[in-house]
């Protein structure tokens, strides 16, 4: 899932925070504090994005001019080459900044430096209670001894967005908090209608892997690297999504992906999932206007509250950085309270379980002024399956069954058979190439 950021509608400052003491590795990997008031050698420390979109105006201002400010002797930039070759070079930069859900391809690369010896040094830590849960618990399991390999940076979450004015012009209530998918089948059947020679749909269901995440269904099989979605449980998630498509005027003249049904640009689709802080910076960027408000993400019920996990995203220090206490100095900043309550005013929804600071998030942004932030935050996150670089290969081959299911040119037995052999004859070339 791509992940963008609010573009024009950062922050313009940052609080100043006071000095402490620092901590550093030494060549044993213990750790030692030392003075911030002695004079340091300036440092240019370089950060790689992965499957993340920031703009490098967005990095200035959210992050690189506060780091600054607080550290004159740090400057940093943002280095987005391919990971791979960077890998290859032996020389990677100093910070990887990555969806955890592509973290397996650092894991891979033998990048991930093992912090725990700074983030526990009791003269200058990072606290991982103050993270909120499930994201942390994830992040902490990556090490199985303890180590730490990255902390939370930020996060995303789903909601429901609905056109206030396809609903007035049904006489349909509006969407509440708490509602159920098969709520929203009867919501979207009472929405789905011509008017005026206009097709109007009520909902088009996310994704496959999206409603397999709100129950954390692994796609994977680590230990044997197969694919594991032709199942019970992935038969039931198809089973949920067929309705809706089955709905008439959904599907018209048998034709799939739909094309000219967009909530936001074509404004004839009632209501639709999206992760908030990607929608809200769509709208605000393309000056998108609509008659809209937001509640929590239907869930499951035998779920209910549970939505797929947040979108997260971590950084860490790579092994091979030179300069790592400064790299940790960053990273320590970046999720520090005064950081992350601004980036939560401005739409990025903060990683730290303070719920004074979780309440803000949004406040800043027009666009969801006097929406139903709150509601929509109520819904939980699940915990994220464990990462593995070809789970998103799994996750393609899954999603892909969706057009024969709309269209019903397929029963919902062969279509996750033949996804999950195709999945699996994928993996073995990139395994057979991979070990050339």
Not at 61 to 78: C, D, N, S
Not at 184 to 209: C, E, H, W
Not at 404 to 413: F, Y
Request: hydrophobic share 40%.
């Amino acid at each position: 899932m791509k992940r963008t950021t609010l573009i024009g509608v950062l922050m313009t400052s940052m609080a100043v925070a006071g000095c402490g003491n620092e901590s550093t590795n030494d060549a044993e990997g213990s750790t030692k504090p030392i003075s911030v008031d002695k004079p340091r050698e300036p440092v240019e420390l370089k950060i790689v994005p992965y499957w993340l979109v920031m703009s490098d105006e967005e990095y200035e201002e959210l992050l690189f001019q506060p780091l600054k400010a607080k550290y004159p002797h740090i400057t940093m930039k943002v280095d987005r080459t391919d990971p791979v070759k960077l890998a290859a070079s032996g020389e990677f930069p100093d910070i990887y900044y990555v969806a955890n859900v592509r973290y397996s391809t650092f894991k891979d690369l033998d990048i991930p430096y093992d912090m725990s010896p700074m983030v526990k040094n009791k003269a200058n830590p990072i606290d991982l209670n103050s993270f909120s849960k499930p994201n942390i618990d994830w992040v902490v399991e990556l090490g199985a001894n303890g180590e730490v390999y990255g902390v939370p940076f930020d996060l995303n979450h789903l909601a429901l967005f609905y056109n206030k004015d396809i609903f007035d012009k049904r006489g349909v209530p509006y969407p509440k908090d708490g509602m159920t998918w098969e709520d929203m089948i009867d919501l979207s059947r009472k929405l789905t209608f011509v008017d005026g020679g206009v097709q109007y749909r009520g909902f088009l269901p996310p994704a496959p892997n999206v409603l397999s995440g709100t129950k954390t269904m692994p796609v994977l099989d680590h230990a044997t690297q197969k694919a594991l979605i032709n199942s019970s449980g992935f038969k039931s998630i198809l089973e949920l999504i067929k309705p809706f498509y089955e709905i008439p005027g959904i599907v018209v003249d048998n034709q799939y992906p739909i094309k000219g049904a967009d909530f936001l640009n074509d404004q004839n689709v009632a209501m639709m999932t999206g992760w908030m802080t990607d929608v809200a910076s769509k709208m605000q960027t393309n000056n998108i206007k609509i008659n809209y408000d937001i509640v929590g993400v239907p869930s499951f019920q035998d779920l209910p509250g549970v939505t797929i996990h947040p979108g997260a995203k971590m950084m860490g220090i790579s092994k091979t950085s030179k300069h790592k206490e400064d790299a940790y100095l960053a990273i320590q900043f970046f999720t520090s309270p005064e950081v992350q309550q601004k980036m939560n005013r401005k739409g990025r929804l903060t990683v730290l379980a303070d719920e004074s600071i979780r309440q803000q998030f949004g406040a800043d942004v027009e666009v969801l002024k006097g929406k139903n932030v709150a509601g929509a935050l109520k819904v939980k996150p699940a915990k994220m399956i464990p990462p593995h670089k070809y789970n998103s290969l799994v996750d393609s081959k899954l999603n892909a069954v969706v057009a024969d299911l709309a269209k019903g040119t397929k029963d919902i037995n062969t279509l996750l058979r033949e996804a999950e052999e195709t999945a699996n004859k994928e993996i073995e070339q990139a395994e057979s190439v991979r070990k050339k």
